[in-house]
């Protein structure tokens, strides 16, 4: 999956990552990851589940898969784990 | 599934969850379930990582499945809808 089919999810609205993913799937793609780490996953989650049940709903849920990440920052010694998410839509 | 292999995330430290699961392992349940709803998902999600990646390595999750509800309150005339996660994990 290249990642031009990637939607990463941050701090903005969510109907941002919603047109995002429905733009993408309007311009050809058939396959589509949505990626999200820490306090965002929950969005993520909300993203595909308002996209599939009001906008798009012959789209469906191929597979999610959870992960940790180590993120390094100069301010800190250790690195820090966070949690991951990636859901792979289809249509 | 049986209710009693089920926890479900709340607003509780996460180590709290972290031990309910590990405690159905300890007691013989070779399948338990994570359930979280809303903003909750997310620490679902570092429940389950936490887990593996620190106190019970041999624990696989088997099965991820994400929906959404509807909540009926007395305050509001609408049901307010509300994603959901469900972590199967497997050892």
Same mark, same amino acid.
């Given at each position: 999956?290249?990642?031009?089919?990637?939607?990463?999810? *941050?701090?903005?609205?969510?109907?941002?990552?919603?047109? !995002?993913?429905?733009?993408?799937?309007?311009?050809?793609?058939?396959?589509?990851?949505?990626? !999200?780490?820490?306090?965002?996953?929950?969005? !993520?989650?909300?993203?595909?589940?308002?996209?599939?049940? $009001?906008?798009?709903?012959?789209?469906?849920?191929?597979?999610?898969?959870? *992960?940790?990440? !180590?993120?390094?920052?100069?301010?800190?010694?250790?690195?820090?784990?966070?949690?991951?998410?990636?859901?792979?839509?289809? $249509?």
């Amino acid at each position: 999956m290249s990642r031009s089919n990637i939607v990463f999810i *941050g701090r903005k609205p969510i109907l941002n990552y919603v047109l !995002a993913c429905m733009t993408l799937f309007k311009n050809g793609q058939d396959e589509v990851m949505v990626k !999200a780490r820490g306090r965002s996953i929950s969005m !993520a989650v909300d993203v595909v589940e308002v996209m599939r049940n $009001r906008y798009m709903t012959d789209i469906t849920v191929n597979e999610i898969n959870i *992960g940790t990440e !180590a993120l390094t920052s100069p301010d800190r010694p250790q690195p820090t784990n966070v949690s991951t998410i990636e859901i792979k839509l289809h $249509r």
